[in-house]
């Protein structure tokens, strides 16, 4: 219970240098104390603080789809049949090794999962729906939306 009261509480300069490093994950202790106005030894201690805490996640490079050869964006909602724990389970472990999935949510309302899904292109959306996801058992129904384009994306939290 202390822990949790200990990572639950940000000061300013935490939310300052969490917003710096959603914005650009490599800038250098030199340049973010600069910018916060800290000192680099103080930038780096509650860096790692926030790391050990759970708020920093991880540290990767976010890539365009598109110059990677994947020209479609889909979201895909579907729902089960059954709702029995070991399908459940089964259904989860099967998206976790789905690498076209890049987000999969378990909901509330009418579809139980909503999964963010980059193809190369149709018949790769087709393969991926009519081999992929509706072989799973359980399966009841799939529903597919094409992304024209994208009005807002982002990784950055509020603070």
């Known amino acids: 219970m202390i822990e949790y009261l200990q990572t639950a ?3 300013e300069l935490d939310k300052a240098i969490l917003q710096a490093l959603q914005t ?6 030199a ?10 030894p103080a930038i780096h201690t509650r860096i790692r603080r926030l790391e050990k805490q759970g708020y920093i996640r991880q540290y990767t490079a976010l890539l365009d789809p598109e110059k990677a050869g994947y020209d479609m964006t ?15 389970e089964a259904i989860r472990l099967a998206i976790q090794q789905m690498p076209e999935v890049l ?3 378990h909901l ?3 579809f139980d999962y909503l999964m963010k899904v980059v193809v190369h292109n149709r018949q ?17 129904r799939v529903q597919t939306g094409i992304v ?12």
């Open 9 to 11: 509480i940000l000061d």
């Open 24 to 29: 650009d994950g490599r800038i250098s202790n």
């Open 31 to 40: 340049d973010l104390a600069r910018q916060i106005n800290l000192s680099p």
């Open 74 to 88: 889909c979201f895909v909602q579907m729902s089960l049949q059954v709702h029995q724990h070991q399908q459940v």
């Open 103 to 105: 987000e999969c949510y």
């Open 108 to 110: 509330t309302g009418e």
């Open 124 to 140: 790769d959306l087709e393969r991926f729906v009519m081999q992929r996801l509706t072989v799973l058992p359980g399966v009841a």
């Open 148 to 159: 024209l384009s994208a009005v807002k994306s982002t990784t950055n939290i509020p603070l």
